[in-house]
């Protein structure tokens, strides 16, 4: 297992993000349209294909570069709340991974604890509010529990199911942002596609490690 990662490996885990939203844009759709406007998968493939040209593109090769190019790339994309708010969580990203060529388990943990302190700058939802933040805040939590000796790619893959766990509660949840947070009980038995989007995303960090 990989005690550090760098600046090939962390190309690794945004490809793999970006793919595992490749393949499931349509479905994230669906999900949008039962409580929103129904365009959140062509919004969120919309970012994570500018987060793939990225880093085909990028010119330099340190992570701090990347993360914050990401980030404007991201918040450039046309399409509501998501390109701000995952743009905002890159450029955290960013600052967290400053001065760093490689990240081992507590610069992992840094670089993830700033990208959702940024987000969360941007978004005032919490635990429990039908949010994307239901998928963002248990994956960080299983982050920085996760036993560090097992490496940095298990610790990932407890993140990614933590995240997935917390984007299947939001089903049970009424919505108190949005266009949902206008329907009511009619949100009941929906997951959050913004909530499902994320542990996808976490999902393809861990199997692109």
Known sequence: MPETIGYQQVCGMLNAAAGQIRKNH???????SAVGDGDHGTTILRAMEAISKTVSENPASDLKTLF???GWAVMSCDGGS???????FFMGMSDGAAGRTELDYTGVVMAFEAGIAKLQLQSRA???????????????????????????KAALEEAAAAAAKG????????????????????????ADPGAVSVSLIFKGFSEGL
């Open 167 to 190: 984007a299947e509660a939001t089903r049970n949840m009424k919505a108190r942002f949005g266009r949902a947070r206008n329907l009511g009980d009619r949100v009941l038995g929906h």
């Open 26 to 32: 349509e479905m994230l759709s669906r999900l949008d």
């Open 68 to 70: 914050s190019t990401i």
């Open 126 to 152: 919490q635990l429990g509010d039908k949010t994307m933040m239901d998928a963002f805040l248990p994956a960080l939590a299983a982050l920085k529990s996760a036993d560090r000796s097992r490496g940095i």
């Open 82 to 88: 998501t390109g701000p708010l995952l743009g905002s």
